[in-house]
C-alpha cells in the first residue's frame, strides 16, 4: 500500500500499488520517504503512532520525527 499527498488515488494505483490512507491501518510498516508538508505539518507522531501496530517499524527517512515518542510507545524508528 501507498500514500501520497502528490498524487491521485489512480496515479498510485498506475504504479502498481494499492492508495491506503492512515485510516485504513494499522500497519505493520510506515515508510516516511518524502517530508510532505501535508504529512509534516498535519501529521503529529501521535497520529503515525496510531496508524502503527503495536510491534511495528516507522522508518523516518529525513529525521523529521522525534524517535523518542515513538520509541516510547514500543515502536522501532529507523531514521538515515
Request: aromatic share 10%; proline share 5%.
Amino acid at each position: 500500500s501507498a500514500h501520497d499527498p502528490e498524487l491521485q488515488k489512480e496515479q498510485v494505483e498506475a504504479l502498481g500499488c494499492t492508495y491506503a490512507d492512515l485510516s485504513d491501518g494499522p500497519f505493520d510498516v510506515i515508510v516516511a520517504a518524502v517530508p510532505h508538508a501535508a504529512y509534516v505539518q498535519k501529521l503529529s507522531a501521535e497520529d503515525l503512532i496510531k496508524a502503527l501496530k503495536p510491534t511495528a517499524v516507522f522508518y523516518d527517512l529525513k529525521s523529521v520525527w522525534d524517535e523518542k515518542i515513538f520509541t516510547k510507545h514500543g515502536i522501532a524508528y529507523v531514521a538515515l
